[in-house]
């Protein structure tokens, strides 16, 4: 199959990254790999989306800082990025509904770029009347909008099943419409759980369970564990976060109290609406 037979694929990973560790990076490359490795996809890009403050999730720091992070994180790599759309707006925003924004963006970037090719297609016929021209500018070679894919750990796949946590039409909405890349942790079993999942059942072939053989278990949770303690996270995150750390004196014993007493927006949301 050649490279432009095959499906374009962007990965979005939407949560906390609080703080990003080397293993969500490493997710991309796991899940590119993984994906690329089948001949029938290439991916094209890598979107990280931070959670927004009205998440109310126990220790959530500020999304100024988390994004400030994810951005240095990804500052060398030539095709993962970072957007900020979810992590700006006034009101905790669904995942579906993250996905559904993404997704009608590259769409309509996509048509814009069909659009400026056969402009251009037409204003050098007029300059050179040749058909050489057209086939430069490629008019008739129009290519469909990348396909988007939720790129996540095999956690998030699990908590499609605990009550009020998501909407079962978004589960459907994710897995049916979009898909999802799902990277194995240890002692994680996914395969059981979407044998016992009728909704993630029905869509298996959406879902791409990717293994990771050489096992790598950083945990944001453990990380800020180590740095209240006054322990190196060395080596877990990429070196400029880890400075950027140290320099807001982040992740202390008061900031992991922020939202303890708060009800997750998921289960605020859904309990009181049902």
């Given amino acids: 199959m050649s490279s432009q037979e095959k499906t ?4 979005l990973a939407c949560g906390s990254f609080n703080p ?3 293993m969500h990076l490493r997710m991309f490359e796991l899940a590119r790999d993984h994906l690329e490795d089948t001949g029938r996809y290439r991916v094209v890009k890598g979107i990280i989306s931070p959670v927004g403050d009205s998440y109310k999730k126990k220790g959530l720091i500020e999304a100024c800082h988390r994004l400030e992070m994810a951005r240095l994180a990804t500052l060398n790599s030539d095709w993962i990025t970072v957007d900020d759309w979810e992590s700006q707006q006034p009101e905790w925003v669904e995942t579906a509904k993250v996905v559904r924004h993404h997704a009608d963006l590259i769409s309509s970037e ?10 251009c297609g037409k204003r050098r016929k007029l300059e050179q009347n040749t058909i050489i021209c057209q086939s430069s500018c490629n008019i008739n070679t129009k290519e469909d909008s990348p396909h988007l ?3 996540c750990g095999a956690d998030v796949l699990e908590s499609f099943g605990v009550k009020d946590l998501w909407k079962p039409e978004d589960i459907e909405e994710i897995v049916g419409r979009y898909g999802v890349a799902c990277i194995t942790r240890c002692g994680s079993d996914p395969e059981k759980f979407i044998n016992q999942s009728d ?3 029905k869509h298996r072939k959406n879902i791409h369970m990717v293994r990771e ?7 944001a949770t453990h990380v800020r564990r180590a740095l209240r303690r006054g322990q190196s996270v060395r080596y877990l995150l990429p070196d400029s976060v880890v400075r950027y750390i140290q320099e807001h004196s982040l992740y202390s014993v008061e900031s992991e109290q922020k939202n303890a007493n708060a009800i997750l927006a998921p289960f605020q949301r859904y309990t009181s609406s049902n």
Avoid: H, P
């Fill in 8 to 11: 374009r694929v962007v990965l």
């Fill in 20 to 22: 990003i560790t080397n």
């Fill in 110 to 119: 996509n048509n814009s770029d069909d659009v400026d090719t056969v402009r």
């Fill in 149 to 151: 894919n939720l790129l």
């Fill in 199 to 201: 909704v993630l059942y």
């Fill in 213 to 219: 053989w050489v096992t790598n278990e950083i945990s």
